[in-house]
């Protein structure tokens, strides 16, 4: 008898906390390409941001780069960078889902 495969589902990953704190670390490991080039797309910042896209409405990937990165820059801590970036994303007039 054979088994016909079955696609598992996968679930999108919506916890922006989740999602911050692990840009943080990026932010940390591709600080000096970031900041050598200005350009996320082919560093691992980028698809970190993209998931940030697809949850909010009405922004880039690049101003919500552009956002966060200033707030990185601040060297606040990621706890700091957490609750500015969260407090940014929301003041900016985007709505986050989940």
């Known amino acids: 008898m054979?088994?016909?495969?079955?696609k598992p589902e996968i679930k999108k990953v919506t916890d922006t906390g989740a999602i911050l704190e692990c840009l943080y670390?990026?932010?940390?490991?591709e600080e000096e390409s970031v900041t050598?080039?200005?350009k996320i797309k082919g560093t691992m910042v980028y698809p970190f941001v993209k998931?940030?896209?697809n949850q909010a409405a009405g922004k880039s990937a690049e101003k919500i780069h552009k956002?966060?990165?200033r707030l990185y820059l601040k060297r606040g801590g990621k706890d700091q960078f957490i609750k500015d970036a969260n407090s940014a994303l929301k003041r900016k007039g985007t709505s986050i889902k989940g």
């Open 36 to 38: 050598q080039s200005g």
């Open 67 to 69: 956002d966060l990165w």
């Open 25 to 29: 670390e990026v932010y940390q490991m």
């Open 51 to 53: 998931m940030l896209e």
């Open 2 to 6: 054979k088994k016909e495969w079955v």
